[in-house]
């Protein structure tokens, strides 16, 4: 849905693929007041809407004016809701916006035909709106693919990329031809229950098995989706551009953060083949964690997020 070790300071980490960073629950904790509140733009609550609305999103205003901006894009087929537990351990640093992609949670089930680019023309409206000149953009997974893109295509809004359990390459987790069967198999007899495979993908096994919330709470999530719009992201999935040279013409600093039970983008094959790309960034492998490690492991999540907001600057963010 690869492996961190401890944590050092930023001028003495390796960056060779050889030298992958752990970090765990020695890190020090990062915690603050978290005003988490709804931003409703383009009256995003209903069904299709304009391909270039603002996404809806969560805001947690952070310390106050001049403070960073962090965007944090979602997995499939979660939604902003999956970032609820790493939200307040940014906050006391940062303003959070967290956001719906297209279709999911909130946000209406965009017309015309299915594309990853509607989502980063949603978060560049929502920038826009917010009066965001550039943010650290977090993505995992689908949200890395979008994040991925959107560094491609608008660089300078992108103070610091980290893509967290994602690849810029074509093909699987997400082959073409099982999402666009996906998305029939979503708006068929089966409905939601043919994304559900998606709870034991997301978490490791040791986590289903010892912390069964996480796994009902994956589930709830996937539940509360709208069959419309699950299938409209299959189908933006399947015909999903390579990001492969976004990542690598990027002037920003880059984060990569994986989980080391992570079964659909392991970080010994994904992680290390973006690491490829990008020697000269961060890669994070989080003990014990699966695929959604802001899920699993939010406070090991939170501290290599802050560390780039950190390598970023406060300069690259306005509000």
Avoid at 296 to 313: C, I, N, R, S
Wanted: some cysteine.
């Amino acid at each position: 849905m690869d492996e961190a070790r401890e944590p050092g300071a930023a001028e003495q980490e390796p960056t060779g693929p050889e030298a992958l960073e752990r970090t765990g629950p020695e890190a020090q904790e990062r915690t603050g007041p978290v005003g988490l509140v709804e931003v409703d733009l383009d009256d995003a609550g209903g069904g299709a809407g304009p391909a270039t609305a603002a996404l809806p999103c969560g805001d947690a205003p952070g310390p106050g004016p001049g403070a960073p901006v962090v965007v944090l894009l979602h997995a499939f087929p979660l939604d902003r809701s999956m970032w609820d537990d790493v939200v307040p351990l940014l906050a006391h640093r940062c303003r959070v916006l967290a956001v719906d992609l297209p279709g999911l949670g909130t946000a209406p089930v965009p017309g015309g035909d299915p594309d990853l680019g509607v989502a980063v023309d949603g978060v560049l409206a929502l920038l826009d709106a917010e009066g965001v000149s550039s943010a650290v953009v977090a993505g995992l997974s689908t949200g890395g693919y979008v994040a991925a893109q959107l560094a491609g295509r608008a660089p300078e809004r992108v103070a610091g990329l980290a893509l967290a359990s994602t690849t810029t390459r074509v093909g699987p987790p997400d082959d073409p031809g099982e999402r666009r069967r996906t998305a029939e198999r979503v708006l068929g007899r089966e409905g939601l229950d043919a994304v559900m495979g998606s709870v034991d993908e997301g978490l490791s096994e040791q986590a289903r098995a010892e912390r069964p919330e996480l796994a009902e709470r994956v589930a709830a999530t996937i539940a509360r989706q709208r069959p419309a719009g699950v299938a409209w992201v299959c189908r933006a999935l399947a015909a999903r551009p390579d990001t492969t040279d976004a990542l690598a013409g990027f002037p920003g600093p880059v984060l990569l953060l994986f989980g080391e039970r992570d079964g659909a983008t392991p970080p010994q094959e994904r992680g290390r083949q973006l690491h490829d790309v990008r020697p000269d960034a961060r890669f994070v492998v989080v003990p014990g964690s699966g695929h959604l490690t802001a899920l699993e492991a939010p406070q090991e999540t939170a501290d290599a997020l802050l560390d780039l907001v950190d390598a970023a600057g406060a300069g690259g963010a306005g509000a």
